[in-house]
Each structure stands twice: as structure tokens, then as C-alpha cells.
């Protein structure tokens, strides 16, 4: 690699972490200008970017709104990129992730940018959205073949659907096809082993390490 | 024995002024004790007592009644506000409280800013203003607690909350502009509950403004300030104000302690005993967990709830929203534990 593109891709890394939109959209024109590779860029520059914006949100130095603007800025950079992308190097199965918010519950931040992130991590989201009813879930789950069943939470009095997912899955006989995984405020492990789900992350970041780990579990056994 | 009326005790702790024991109340709104159970035994039911006074005054009577918290909480939900700004909601069923079906305007800056002296004399204030001040004359010994939703909280039902918090930093001025307007609707309907023999105080729930989703700088631009906007309109009605704030708060304990309230209410993970020891000049208000509540023995909730007298809250409550599904008979355990307490020594 030039010196010259890994000085771009550190700038737009540093661009994205900034939460600089305007300029990160420049630093993507460059790149293309400069016919550097763009899925280095985007690997090495804008999704780089993004990791140290999540591990300043872990750090508790970043938070809702700063980790938001660094990702608008980041899918504004690959927007430019991606036209730029060959077909072939983004062609390999991405693990599949059926995402949203149960029903009852119409508060989205946290299913957001758990699937910001899992999109970061090289996953395929697919976001249901809010207020979606557990057999929702699994039927999306099912025509998509999903690895993985995320369901967010913000409120006490709708956590109950999430067990149902679980149930559903366990009637239909498809349980061990699909990982569910549960997040939001009132939601602890100590609920999500109650309800029989496969784990839980208090975090966002977190929910992409264990998309990983349950996903290289399932492909191990 | 005791010699206060519900009203009494509760309001000479939100005066700082000695009491025989902990009063033990749910002030509404988010933190709502209509279950499923009572409205089952009483046929005074949800979703029909959200939108007429008279119902939702014989609601929370059967809640007053049955449950054994020492208030009466009104509304059940937290959308009047949002509706009423112009945001769709469905008003739910039985079972489930009423959400925004959608957010009226895509942006901080597109919001359309409408007439507050004409917009709280009308739609579902109303109704919460009405069913105050018939509570109110039905039992003068008990206090009314009236439960409005946080001006952040408000103002993210009314604004694509992703495009919110985003903007709370991109354009701060149209956010304080749009947080002024949503601050001066919240307060005139307090003037409302408390305007005549109404709400005996006023609570809030913030739950888009936690520390945790905003930051500490955010956190004090935008939800200390106009909390305290609030807490200084209320007080000069000459009511006490009750604040809850959800979510871990450690990274803006000294913010949090800024809030002018006369209680300041946490979720369940957070020790009030040792934010107490940080701060002796905060009323602390909780925080039995919800989840708890919902699940646990009712022998596991008394002891809960001991615990939380023993370690000196000064106002036993739960922690968050209550499932509807909750049994009457462990929010009973929780109230008659408090009840049954040793009196708190006289200093």
C-alpha cells in the first residue's frame, strides 16, 4: 500500500471518529480521484473510523449523539466509495441478522445502533423495525435462513415478547437454527437465561462481539 | 399509630420535615400500577380511562384502593403531551400502555411551534386536568400526584428520536428553541393540575434523557436545564416537584444533583443510600426493581422492600415502569411492608 493511501485512510478514519460528515465525504472523492482501492478505504478508513468512535462509546467518552454523527459520516463516505467497490471482493455470505424492537415498544435508539454496529462488523442486517409481533420474527428469520434473531427492549411491560419469540421458535421446531440474542434497558442476563435466549449485551459494541462469537459457535458445531 | 393522612406524610417529606415512617407511592404516568388484575376485578378498564376523566378517575381510585400505595397517579402513560403536539398515538389495550405510533416531524428543525395557551385547554390535558381536580374532591386525604413527561422525552416523541439526539448537537438552536416551546406546554399544564383544589404535586419521567444515552454535557444543556425550567414553574405554585431519571447515572451524578426536586427517583441499579452519602441535600424516592415486582415471591418483595427502608429512602416506590401483568398481591406485599415498618427515630 502507497503512503499516500494510508495517509487517506487514517484521515478518514480520524474524519468519521471527528464525527466530520462534510469532510469525510471529501476525503472519499479523493479517494476516488486517486483511484485508491475503495474497499480498503472503506475496511481501512471509514469502518476503522467508526470502531474508535464504538470504543469510545464503551469508554463512556462518546455517547448517543456522538456515536450517530460518526456513523452518518461513515455511510456518507461509503456511499461515495461503494459504486467503486468490484462486485466479487463483497461477494462472500456475510452472516444474516434479523433486527428490531418488540411489540408494544416503539423505542428504537438502541436496536439502531445495535444494527449500525452490526453492519460495521460485517454482518447483513435486516431491520424490522418497531412494535414488530415475535411471529415477525421468526417468519423473517425463516424466508432469509438468519443466523442470528436480535429483539430489543426498552420497556419492562413488553418483555414478555421475547420470551414468545423464543417459544415460537421452540413450536416450530426450528430453535436450534437460529441464535437469539436480547438487549435493551430493563433486560439483564439473568432474564435472557430465564427466557432461554443465547445471550445478552449490555452494550452495543458488545452485541457485535457476541454476534461473533455465537455465530462461530454455530458454524463449529 | 399514625397520626398523618397519606397527603400529610408525603408532603412533609417532599418538605423535609419529619415523618413516623417512609410514605410508600407510584406517581403514574410511566410509573403507572394499572395491572391488568384490577381492572379485571373492577371493570374500570384501559384503553377507555386514557381518554375520559371521569374513567380515569375511578381507575386510579381502584389503584389507590387495591394496590395500597399512598398517592392517587394520574395519567397511565405518557403520550398525552406527544398527541397533543401533533404526534399519532395508539392508545392501547388492556395489556398494553399506549406508544407514539409515529413521530410528527422528521427534524428539530421542522417543528411547528402552535399557540401553548390553546393547546393546554385542549385534547387529553383536559381529561388528566378534569380527573385532578374530581380526585381531588373525592379524597382530600390522599395525595394527587400528576405524572407529565419530561420536556427531552417529550420533545423525542415529537421528533424521529434518531434525528434528535443527532441534532441536540448539530443544530443546539433550534433544539433549545424547540425544548423552550415543549418546556412551556409542560409547564402550563402544571399550572392547570395545580390551579384550585388539583394535583397535591407534580412528577416527571425523563426516559430519553438519561446519562447514559446523552453524555454529561449534554445531559446538563438539555435535561437539567429545562427540568429545572419546570421545577421553578411548579415551585412557584407552591408545590413540591418529584423528578425520576432512568438509567445508570454515574456519569452525571453531579448534574443529576443539580435538579431542583424536592425527590429524585432511580432505576434499580442505582444505590440511593450511597448517592445519599454523596449528596445529604437530595430526597431520595425508589427504587425496587420492576422486574422484581413482576417475578418474585411476594415473601422475596417484602424483604426487598424492608431492605430499602432499613437503608433510609425516604420515599419507597418502584424503580421503573410496571409490567400490567404484575400481581396484585406482590405490589400489596411492598406497600404493607412499608406500612408495617418501625417508626424512622425522631431526630
Same mark, same amino acid.
Given at each position: 500500500? @502507497?503512503?499516500?493511501?494510508?495517509?487517506? !485512510?487514517?484521515?478518514?478514519?480520524?474524519?468519521?471518529?471527528?464525527?466530520?460528515?462534510?469532510?469525510?465525504?471529501?476525503?472519499?472523492?479523493?479517494?476516488?480521484?486517486?483511484?485508491?482501492?475503495?474497499?480498503?478505504?472503506?475496511?481501512?478508513?471509514?469502518? =476503522?473510523?467508526?470502531?474508535?468512535?464504538?470504543?469510545?462509546?464503551?469508554?463512556?467518552?462518546?455517547?448517543? %449523539?456522538?456515536?450517530?454523527?460518526? /456513523?452518518?459520516?461513515?455511510?456518507?463516505?461509503?456511499?461515495?466509495?461503494?459504486? !467503486?467497490? %468490484?462486485?466479487?471482493? /463483497?461477494?462472500?455470505?456475510?452472516?444474516?441478522?434479523?433486527?428490531?424492537?418488540?411489540?408494544?415498544?416503539?423505542?428504537?435508539?438502541?436496536?439502531?445502533?445495535?444494527?449500525?454496529?452490526?453492519?460495521?462488523?460485517?454482518?447483513?442486517?435486516?431491520?424490522?423495525?418497531?412494535?414488530?409481533?415475535?411471529?415477525?420474527?421468526?417468519?423473517?428469520?425463516?424466508?432469509?435462513?438468519?443466523?442470528?434473531?436480535?429483539?430489543?427492549?426498552?420497556?419492562?411491560? @413488553?418483555?414478555?415478547?421475547?420470551?414468545?419469540?423464543?417459544?415460537?421458535?421452540?413450536?416450530?421446531?426450528?430453535?436450534?437454527?437460529?441464535?437469539?440474542?436480547?438487549?435493551?434497558? %430493563?433486560?439483564?442476563?439473568?432474564?435472557?437465561?430465564?427466557?432461554?435466549?443465547?445471550?445478552?449485551? /449490555?452494550? =452495543?459494541?458488545?452485541?457485535?462481539?457476541?454476534?461473533?462469537?455465537?455465530?462461530?459457535?454455530?458454524?463449529? =458445531? | 399509630?399514625?397520626? #398523618?393522612?397519606?397527603?400529610?406524610?408525603?408532603?412533609?417529606?417532599?418538605?423535609?420535615?419529619?415523618?413516623?415512617?417512609?410514605?410508600?407511592?407510584?406517581?403514574?404516568?410511566?410509573?403507572?400500577?394499572?395491572?391488568?388484575?384490577?381492572?379485571?376485578?373492577?371493570?374500570?378498564?384501559?384503553?377507555?380511562?386514557?381518554?375520559?376523566?371521569?374513567?380515569?378517575?375511578?381507575?386510579?381510585?381502584?389503584?389507590?384502593?387495591?394496590?395500597?400505595?399512598?398517592?392517587?397517579?394520574?395519567?397511565?402513560?405518557?403520550?398525552?403531551? *406527544?398527541?397533543?403536539?401533533? $404526534?399519532?398515538?395508539?392508545?392501547?389495550?388492556? &395489556?398494553?400502555?399506549?406508544?407514539?405510533?409515529?413521530?410528527?416531524?422528521?427534524?428539530?428543525?421542522?417543528?411547528?411551534?402552535?399557540?401553548?395557551?390553546?393547546?393546554?385547554?385542549?385534547?387529553?390535558?383536559?381529561?388528566?386536568?378534569?380527573?385532578?381536580? &374530581?380526585?381531588?374532591?373525592?379524597?382530600?386525604?390522599?395525595?394527587?400526584?400528576?405524572?407529565?413527561?419530561?420536556?427531552?422525552?417529550?420533545?423525542? $416523541?415529537?421528533?424521529?428520536?434518531?434525528?434528535?439526539?443527532? &441534532?441536540?448537537?448539530?443544530?443546539?438552536?433550534?433544539?433549545?428553541?424547540?425544548?423552550? #416551546?415543549?418546556?412551556?406546554?409542560?409547564?402550563?399544564?402544571?399550572?392547570?393540575?395545580?390551579?384550585?383544589?388539583?394535583?397535591?404535586?407534580? *412528577?416527571?419521567?425523563?426516559?430519553?434523557?438519561?446519562?447514559?444515552?446523552?453524555?454529561?454535557?449534554?445531559?446538563?444543556?438539555?435535561?437539567?436545564? #429545562?427540568?429545572?425550567?419546570? *421545577?421553578?414553574?411548579?415551585?412557584?405554585?407552591?408545590?413540591?416537584?418529584?423528578?425520576?431519571?432512568?438509567?445508570?447515572?454515574?456519569?452525571?451524578?453531579?448534574?443529576?444533583?443539580?435538579?431542583?426536586?424536592?425527590?429524585?427517583?432511580?432505576?434499580?441499579?442505582?444505590?440511593?443510600? *450511597?448517592?445519599?452519602? &454523596? #449528596?445529604?441535600?437530595?430526597?431520595?424516592?425508589?427504587?425496587l426493581s420492576t422486574f422484581a415486582l413482576q417475578w418474585n415471591q411476594a415473601e422475596k418483595i417484602a424483604k426487598m422492600t424492608r431492605n430499602l427502608v432499613a437503608d433510609g429512602i425516604d420515599i419507597i416506590s418502584p424503580a421503573c415502569g410496571?409490567?400490567?401483568?404484575?400481581?396484585?398481591?406482590?405490589?400489596?406485599?411492598?406497600?404493607?411492608?412499608?406500612?408495617?415498618?418501625?417508626?424512622?427515630?425522631?431526630?
Amino acid at each position: 500500500m @502507497t503512503i499516500q493511501a494510508e495517509q487517506l !485512510h487514517e484521515q478518514l478514519a480520524t474524519a468519521v471518529v471527528e464525527l466530520d460528515e462534510d469532510r469525510t465525504k471529501e476525503l472519499a472523492h479523493q479517494a476516488v480521484d486517486f483511484g485508491l482501492d475503495a474497499w480498503q478505504a472503506v475496511e481501512l478508513g471509514l469502518v =476503522a473510523g467508526m470502531d474508535r468512535a464504538g470504543k469510545l462509546f464503551d469508554q463512556e467518552e462518546y455517547f448517543i %449523539p456522538e456515536l450517530l454523527l460518526a /456513523s452518518d459520516a461513515m455511510y456518507a463516505g461509503l456511499e461515495i466509495l461503494r459504486p !467503486h467497490i %468490484p462486485i466479487d471482493t /463483497s461477494a462472500e455470505r456475510k452472516s444474516k441478522v434479523v433486527i428490531g424492537v418488540i411489540e408494544g415498544d416503539t423505542h428504537d435508539i438502541g436496536k439502531n445502533l445495535v444494527r449500525i454496529m452490526l453492519d460495521v462488523g460485517g454482518f447483513e442486517v435486516i431491520d424490522l423495525g418497531r412494535d414488530v409481533p415475535p411471529q415477525t420474527f421468526v417468519d423473517k428469520a425463516k424466508e432469509i435462513d438468519a443466523d442470528i434473531i436480535a429483539i430489543a427492549s426498552l420497556m419492562t411491560t @413488553t418483555m414478555d415478547g421475547m420470551a414468545e419469540v423464543v417459544r415460537i421458535l421452540e413450536r416450530e421446531g426450528i430453535r436450534e437454527r437460529v441464535k437469539v440474542i436480547v438487549g435493551g434497558a %430493563p433486560v439483564s442476563q439473568g432474564f435472557a437465561t430465564k427466557i432461554g435466549a443465547d445471550g445478552y449485551a /449490555s452494550r =452495543a459494541p458488545a452485541a457485535v462481539v457476541l454476534a461473533k462469537k455465537l455465530v462461530s459457535e454455530k458454524a463449529a =458445531a | 399509630m399514625s397520626n #398523618y393522612t397519606e397527603k400529610e406524610r408525603l408532603l412533609r417529606v417532599l418538605h423535609k420535615e419529619s415523618v413516623d415512617r417512609p410514605p410508600v407511592i407510584c406517581t403514574g404516568g410511566m410509573m403507572n400500577a394499572a395491572i391488568v388484575e384490577i381492572m379485571k376485578k373492577t371493570g374500570h378498564t384501559l384503553p377507555e380511562a386514557h381518554l375520559d376523566a371521569q374513567r380515569m378517575a375511578d381507575l386510579a381510585l381502584d389503584i389507590h384502593e387495591y394496590t395500597g400505595f399512598e398517592n392517587i397517579g394520574i395519567p397511565f402513560c405518557m403520550t398525552v403531551e *406527544a398527541e397533543l403536539l401533533g $404526534s399519532p398515538v395508539d392508545h392501547g389495550t388492556l &395489556e398494553c400502555e399506549p406508544k407514539i405510533a409515529s413521530e410528527i416531524f422528521p427534524s428539530l428543525t421542522q417543528v411547528e411551534f402552535r399557540d401553548i395557551d390553546q393547546l393546554v385547554h385542549s385534547g387529553r390535558i383536559n381529561v388528566v386536568v378534569d380527573a385532578a381536580h &374530581e380526585l381531588a374532591r373525592r379524597r382530600p386525604d390522599v395525595p394527587i400526584v400528576a405524572s407529565l413527561t419530561g420536556p427531552v422525552s417529550t420533545a423525542a $416523541s415529537i421528533v424521529d428520536p434518531l434525528t434528535f439526539y443527532k &441534532e441536540l448537537r448539530k443544530h443546539p438552536a433550534d433544539a433549545h428553541r424547540v425544548l423552550e #416551546y415543549v418546556t412551556d406546554l409542560l409547564a402550563a399544564f402544571a399550572d392547570r393540575l395545580l390551579d384550585g383544589q388539583g394535583a397535591s404535586a407534580i *412528577a416527571i419521567g425523563d426516559p430519553s434523557a438519561t446519562g447514559e444515552l446523552l453524555g454529561p454535557k449534554i445531559f446538563e444543556e438539555y435535561a437539567v436545564r #429545562y427540568i429545572n425550567k419546570l *421545577a421553578d414553574r411548579v415551585h412557584a405554585k407552591g408545590a413540591p416537584f418529584i423528578v425520576h431519571i432512568c438509567g445508570d447515572v454515574k456519569r452525571v451524578k453531579p448534574q443529576l444533583v443539580s435538579i431542583r426536586a424536592d425527590a429524585l427517583s432511580t432505576d434499580a441499579m442505582i444505590s440511593l443510600p *450511597a448517592l445519599k452519602a &454523596e #449528596y445529604p441535600h437530595i430526597t431520595t424516592m425508589g427504587n425496587l426493581s420492576t422486574f422484581a415486582l413482576q417475578w418474585n415471591q411476594a415473601e422475596k418483595i417484602a424483604k426487598m422492600t424492608r431492605n430499602l427502608v432499613a437503608d433510609g429512602i425516604d420515599i419507597i416506590s418502584p424503580a421503573c415502569g410496571l409490567s400490567t401483568s404484575t400481581h396484585l398481591e406482590s405490589i400489596q406485599a411492598m406497600t404493607r411492608t412499608v406500612k408495617e415498618a418501625a417508626p424512622v427515630p425522631q431526630p
